[in-house]
């Protein structure tokens, strides 16, 4: 599966020192970013920026050791062992335990896809996702990221984090994924204000078209938003505004259990 080309992910710029080994494996590990399951040799070449040789001699080491797994179809995706030692990334892991009891009756109430996003970088990056045989197709998969000002989730992140952050992103030009997304810098802010007098964040195709969302801040032990927790349907088929106190109440009561964790 080919996907958007990216620069080198570790290592120096052009004229630097050279990579070492390690770089170079950094470099090809990266090339696999979120939604990229399968990479051909010369793609991940490409975005690792190495000659294929090296690139190929790397990779075979990598499939030996179990960190990628390559197909019949030469191609190569993310091997187990490399997905072992994901799953002890300690932070979201613990979060994702603590939350996973809670998504499951907010699905059980609701029956629509039900996220868990925290701050990543600037963006909001999907640490785990419910959904059913009939919830709507969304864009996200655990582990990959969204633009803040376009998602549910990413908005109450937005709101709740430090002033620099927003105005950091309202700086620049606010890209437009939908025929509902934000670009206005004003309304904007008119927005995350509301977010936090309310403790809820609504979208209505702002991210993708035919999908509305509300989401809600969970709280860490010291008062500091660490996530957000969502609920994503339908437009035509969900008022999605009375899903708004179960999905509050659902992220109050995550933020209890990390408050005595």
Known sequence: MSGPTTGPAAGPTSGGTPPTVAGKVMRILAAFVPGDVRLTLTEICRRADLPLATGHRLIAE?????????????????GTRLWQIGTQAAGPRGLRELALPYMLDLYAETRENIQL?????????????????KSVPVLTRVASELPLHATGVGKVL??????????????????????NTITDPGRLRADLAEIRRTGLAYTCEEMSIGTCSVAAPVYGPGEEVVAALSVVAWRHSSDVKRFGAVVRTAARLLSRDLEIR
């Open 62 to 78: 990598l499939v030996t050791g179990g960190f990628l797994e390559r197909l019949p179809d030469a191609s190569y995706r993310v």
């Open 117 to 133: 996003a925290v701050l990543h970088e600037g963006r909001a990056m999907y640490i785990e996702r419910l959904r059913g045989p």
């Open 158 to 179: 937005l709101a709740f984090s430090p002033p620099e952050l927003a105005e950091r992103l309202l700086a620049r030009k606010l890209t437009s994924h939908a025929p």
